[in-house]
């Protein structure tokens, strides 16, 4: 089977490799531009490109892909038998998705019509769910809208994070784009419409997204933050400086105010809704290290009735 791999990020990574140690025959990896990156501006190579390379894989990086009839003309002359798109960054042009026998292929990580999206290992965890998974689907024109392929779940556990969740997706999600490809291929694999009633949204993360609101519940805002690792984060005021809240654990507290704080001994407890509180274990003033909530009370020394917020 002749195809065309799309896609950027490590998350993509598993799945090239997969795909090339399997035997299929990866005529052309299509990765975004290398970026400059970070206060010094250095060049950011795509981990894609990056393991192509590796692989010994042809590599291009169009700057843009709907209105390219270069980029259009190339995949047209290599007759693809799909496109394989893993977290590429781009929307699929309609050519595209015409073009190959066995339709243009994503690995998306959620078990869809469930969080739909840019985010979804994000929003899955921020939402607070248990399980979540993996899908192959055949893309259509709309967003994550296309047909199911197949789906493999995975268990969310309790200290998962974004980052610690997204690697084991991404292994999963490979093993099942060569599974979905064989079943193609023999026919054992029947794509089924979406239920488009049970669709969940799962947007790309905004910096607002990681404000920290005390009126949540404390489960509610230990979930977030655990989602919005690394960026946006968990952010909150005190005495009007910014601190990003590193890690907590929700505690049973009926006594304390949206955001009002206690500290109690070397523990510092903030108060949240529904009669609960967040214990707060490490915290990262603005522009400074990360603290521990002792070394937090040592050096700022919060009083009785002052807030997060």
């Not at 949540?216 to 809240?245: D, H, V």
Request: proline share 7%; with cysteine.
């Amino acid at each position: 089977m002749k195809l065309v791999f799309c896609g950027t990020p490590q998350f993509a990574v598993p799945s090239l490799e997969r795909l090339a140690h399997a035997g299929f025959e990866i005529q052309l990896v299509v990765s975004q531009p290398d970026r400059h990156k970070g206060r010094g501006l250095e060049l950011s190579i795509p981990p894609v490109k990056q393991k192509a390379q590796q692989l010994g894989l042809p590599v291009i990086q169009p700057e843009k892909i709907k209105n390219n009839p270069e980029f259009q003309q190339q995949l047209t002359s290599l007759k693809p038998d799909a496109i394989i798109v893993v977290a590429y960054g781009r929307i699929i042009p309609p050519w595209m998705l015409e073009l190959p026998l066995l339709g243009s292929i994503n690995v998306h990580a959620s078990l869809l019509p469930k969080y739909r999206g840019a985010a979804p290992i994000q929003w899955a965890i921020a939402s607070g769910e248990t399980v979540t998974g993996v899908t192959t689907m055949r893309i259509d024109q709309g967003l994550d809208t296309g047909d199911i392929l197949l789906q493999r779940e995975v268990a969310i556990e309790k200290q998962d994070t974004a980052l610690s969740l997204s690697p084991r997706l991404a292994e999963l999600g490979a093993s099942l784009l060569v599974e979905t490809l064989h079943g193609l291929e023999s026919g054992s694999v029947h794509p089924i419409p979406q239920d488009n009633s049970q669709a969940t949204l799962a947007p790309l993360l905004k910096k607002e997204d990681g404000l920290v609101d005390f009126s949540r519940s404390a489960e509610e805002i230990y979930n977030r933050m655990r989602g919005f690792q690394p960026w946006p984060g968990a952010t909150a005021q005190f005495r009007g400086k910014g601190f990003k809240l590193i890690t907590a654990r929700p505690i049973k507290n009926e006594k304390l105010s949206s955001g009002e704080l206690l500290v109690s001994s070397d523990r510092l407890i903030a108060g949240c809704s529904d009669k609960t509180s967040l214990e707060l274990l490490e915290i990262q003033p603005e522009g400074k290290k990360a603290m521990s909530a002792r070394e937090f009370i040592n050096g700022y020394r919060p009083v009785a009735g002052e807030h997060f917020g």
